[in-house]
Nanobody, 117 residues
Framework: QVQLVESGGGSVQPGRSLRLSCAAPGIPFSENVMAWYRQAPGNQRELVARIKSDGSTNYADSVNGRFTISRDFAKYMVYLEMNNLKPEDTAVYLC???????????WGQGTQVTVSS
């Protein structure tokens, strides 16, 4: 029943910005850790940003200061604001939810972000 759906990806030049959205209907943010991961061809999936139920956040060193994760309780939405994009940010970005107590995970299908000149 639970499905995550990402959107907002695209192709941009270095230095531009994108805002990714994740629709997470039925996911109680008070009980789940929400996160954005990314995976580039030939690379392992890596954690980009995470926001816990208490609102605290964590970012990968490579994106810290450029990306911001946020959420909207009323709309069951999670966002990733990406600024000053670099070619190394090119990847499929996936939304993830993990229940705080059961550790059950849900994943979206991903949205492609391509940064090139």
């Amino acid at each position: 029943q639970v499905q995550l759906v990402e959107s907002g990806g695209g192709s941009v030049q270095p230095g531009r910005s994108l805002r990714l959205s994740c629709a997470a209907p039925g996911i109680p943010f008070s009980e789940n850790v929400m996160a954005w991961y990314r995976q580039a061809p030939g690379n392992q999936r890596e954690l980009v940003a995470r926001i816990k139920s208490d609102g605290s956040t964590n970012y990968a060193d490579s994106v810290n200061g450029r990306f911001t994760i946020s959420r909207d309780f009323a709309k069951y939405m999670v966002y990733l604001e990406m600024n000053n994009l670099k070619p190394e940010d090119t990847a499929v970005y996936l939304c993830n939810a993990e229940h705080r107590f059961t550790r059950k995970n849900y994943w979206g299908q991903g949205t492609q972000v391509t940064v090139s000149s």
